[in-house]
């Protein structure tokens, strides 16, 4: 189990960030707040590489843009890896999962992918 805010000295062994809900955020340093942006927003950017976690951010409502947001879905990129993306599928298709009841989409290198 890891801290949701890094200790005082500011070592941090495994420091952690955490999205949930509508997206309520803590980040790296434990900063909390709620964010109710909408579009694609990079999460995580390394400092010294390009390693990067990009959301995609949608409103609960078509018609109320000032409404809440919820994540559809989570892109990792790290040059030399393959990048991995997993969406909430809008449709079914062939490749649509379901995962913990949720239809979920992967893909890896934007290839359509089977979890199993």
């Not at 990079?42 to 809440?68: C, H, Y």
């Not at 040059?79 to 890896?108: K, M, Y």
């Not at 934007?110 to 979890?115: A, D, L, S």
């Amino acid at each position: 189990q890891v801290a949701e805010t890094p200790p005082a000295n500011g070592v941090c062994p495994v420091c952690k960030a955490v999205g949930r809900g509508d997206p309520h955020l803590i980040t790296f340093d434990g900063l909390r707040y709620d964010v109710h942006a909408k579009g694609e927003v990079v999460m995580v950017r390394s400092l010294d590489s390009n390693f990067e976690i990009q959301v995609r951010l949608e409103g609960l409502s078509k018609t109320n843009t000032a409404g809440p947001a919820v994540t559809t879905g989570v892109a990792v990129r790290d040059p030399g890896f393959p990048t991995v993306q997993v969406n909430i599928a809008d449709t079914s298709s062939a490749t649509t999962e379901d995962v913990l009841g949720c239809p979920v989409d992967l893909f890896v290198d934007g290839t359509p992918t089977t979890v199993t």
